[in-house]
C-alpha cells in the first residue's frame, strides 16, 4: 500500500437519492456542468435512460442490455456525484478477491467511517455481476417500483474499471450510503451498475473527500417533490441490492 501527502478532494452532487425515490427523474444539469466540476463519478441519465460512469473526464452510458456507449455533453441528468480523482491511496489486489474483502481493503486504509471515498478499481475480474434500470416514461413511477424491472447481466472472465464512492450513513437520502460502483470493461462496451464481483488481481486507488457541493435543481418536479420519506434507508437499500 501506497500513500501520498492527503488533499481534501470536493465531491459535487447534482440533487438527491430521495428525488429519485420520489420519481424525479429529469435534472437540469447538462453533462458538460459535471465535467466543469470532475472527471470521475456515477449517476444516471433523464428518464432513468441508463446507468452513468464518468472515467478520466468521459461520460458513458451503460443501459439496460448491458451496452456502454459514450454520452452527448448535452444530455441530462437527474442525479450524479463526480470528484476530481486525485487517488491518495493505492493498494494491489494479487490473489482473488470477492467484493466483501476487496471493500475490507478500503475500510481498513481509510481510519473515518465519517469521511466521503472515491474508490476506483482496475484489474481482471473473474466475474461482475451488474444490472441497470430500463427507460421509464411519464407519469414516472416511483424509483422501487421502477427498479423491478430492471436487466441484470454477469460478465465473466473480463478486465474493466469500476469506479463509485464509500459514502458514510449520515448521507443516506441526500446520496447513498455505503459503497455504490459502476462498472465499464476494458474495451468501453458493456458495463452496469455494479451488484457484485469477484477480483482476480488489480489495483484498488482511494481518495478520501472531505468536502461536498450539493446542487438541487430548479425544476417544478424537485420542487414539489416529498422530500421526507421516513423508509428512505430501506428503499435505497433495496434498489441498490444492499
Known amino acids: 500500500m501506497a500513500a501520498n501527502s492527503p ?4 465531491i459535487y452532487q447534482t440533487a438527491t437519492m430521495e428525488a429519485l425515490l420520489d420519481g424525479v427523474y429529469d435534472g437540469d444539469v447538462e453533462i458538460r456542468e459535471l465535467l466543469s466540476h470532475g472527471d470521475f463519478g456515477l449517476g444516471t441519465f433523464n428518464g432513468l435512460d441508463g446507468e ?3 472515467l478520466d473526464s468521459v461520460c458513458y452510458q451503460l443501459r439496460s442490455d448491458g451496452s456502454a456507449t459514450r454520452a452527448a455533453v448535452d444530455e441530462l ?3 450524479a456525484v463526480v470528484t476530481r480523482f486525485r487517488p491518495q491511496r ?4 494479487t490473489t482473488e478477491s470477492d467484493r466483501a474483502a476487496v471493500t475490507a481493503l478500503v475500510d481498513a ?4 467511517a465519517n469521511l466521503m471515498v ?13 444490472r441497470t434500470v430500463s427507460k421509464q416514461k411519464p407519469p414516472y413511477r416511483p424509483f422501487t417500483e421502477a427498479t423491478r424491472d ?3 447481466v454477469t460478465l465473466t472472465d473480463v478486465s474493466g474499471t469500476l469506479g463509485g464512492f464509500r459514502m458514510p450513513q449520515w448521507v443516506q437520502g441526500i446520496s447513498v450510503a455505503g459503497y455504490h460502483a459502476h462498472f465499464l470493461d476494458a474495451d468501453q462496451t458493456r458495463g452496469g451498475h455494479a451488484l457484485d464481483y469477484r477480483l482476480l488481481r488489480g489495483t484498488v486507488e482511494i481518495g478520501v473527500c472531505s468536502d461536498l457541493h450539493l446542487s438541487l435543481p ?13 423508509d428512505a434507508d430501506g428503499q435505497i437499500r433495496r434498489t441498490e441490492g444492499q
Open 77 to 79: 441528468v437527474p442525479f
Open 7 to 10: 488533499e481534501p478532494n470536493e
Open 90 to 93: 493505492t493498494i494491489e489486489v
Open 218 to 230: 430548479r425544476t417544478p418536479q424537485f420542487e414539489a417533490a416529498n422530500l421526507s420519506d421516513d
Open 52 to 54: 452513468l460512469l464518468m
Open 150 to 152: 430492471q436487466g441484470e
Open 109 to 112: 486504509s481509510v481510519e473515518s
Open 118 to 130: 472515491a474508490v476506483r478499481i482496475r484489474g481482471e475480474f473473474a466475474t461482475v455481476r451488474t
